[in-house]
Structure formats: C-alpha cells, structure tokens
C-alpha cells in the first residue's frame, strides 16, 4: 500500500490543524494505520494508533485529550485532527500502516510509510 500524508503548515498555538493520509494500492481496511512524527534532533515518535477496523486506538500521553485519529475505509483515508496545538508539537508527521497481528505504537512495526508533511506550531 502507498500512502501519503498531506495537511501540515503553520498554526499559532491553541490552533487546529486536520491531517490526512491517502492510501492507495491495497486493500486499506486490512491495515492498522498510525501517526508518527519526528522534531529535528529528536527520534520518531508515536502520535496515535487506530486498528483496521477502527474499533480501537491508542495515543501518546502528550496528545491525549487533544489529537483524534480516525478513518474512512471506504475512502481510503485516514485522518489526524489536532487541536489546541502546541509549540513541542512541531515536527514533520509521517502517516504509517501495516497489517500487525495487534496495534502497535512501534515505529520499526509498520512496514508502510508516507512521505511526511511539515507541521509548525508558533508561540
């Protein structure tokens, strides 16, 4: 499956930004899909996590409250809405799938990538 991530820009903080990630190539609705993201400096790290079937997901304790991951099978897309956003979450955020036996919040456990798309968050 190819995917690619779109939706990032500039925000100021307290604001919202929705990302989204377009997958092609595969029966979508097989795959976990995840969000990771990557500050410079700093290693990739887990955002959120929702299952194939988008009956379970999981999130980082940093966006808990604050991000909701979702998806469309039937469209293709999977979804990252992000409020109340902060200056610590800018990074470049990378959509990821994979067909794990169970949801994983294990970068080097997805198997498919996006291409990153840059989100910046001003003070």
């Known amino acids: 499956v190819q995917l690619q991530a779109s939706g990032g820009g500039l925000v100021q903080a307290g604001g919202s930004l929705r990302l989204s990630c377009a997958a092609s190539?595969?029966?979508?609705?097989?795959?976990?899909m995840g969000w990771f993201r990557q500050a410079p400096g700093k290693e990739r790290e887990f955002v959120a996590a929702?299952?194939?079937?988008?009956?379970?997901?999981n999130y980082a304790d940093s966006v808990k409250g604050r991000f909701t991951i979702s998806r469309d099978n039937a469209k293709n897309m999977g979804y990252l809405q992000m409020n109340s956003l902060k200056p610590e979450d800018t990074a470049v955020y990378y959509c990821?799938?994979?067909?794990?036996?169970?949801?994983?919040?294990?970068?080097?456990?997805?198997?498919?990538w996006g291409q990153g798309t840059q989100v910046t968050v001003s003070s």
């Open positions: 990821a799938a994979d067909r794990t036996r169970t949801l994983t919040a294990q970068w080097r456990e997805y198997g498919y």
């Open positions: 190539g595969g029966t979508f609705s097989r795959y976990h």
């Open positions: 929702i299952s194939s079937g988008a009956i379970t997901t």
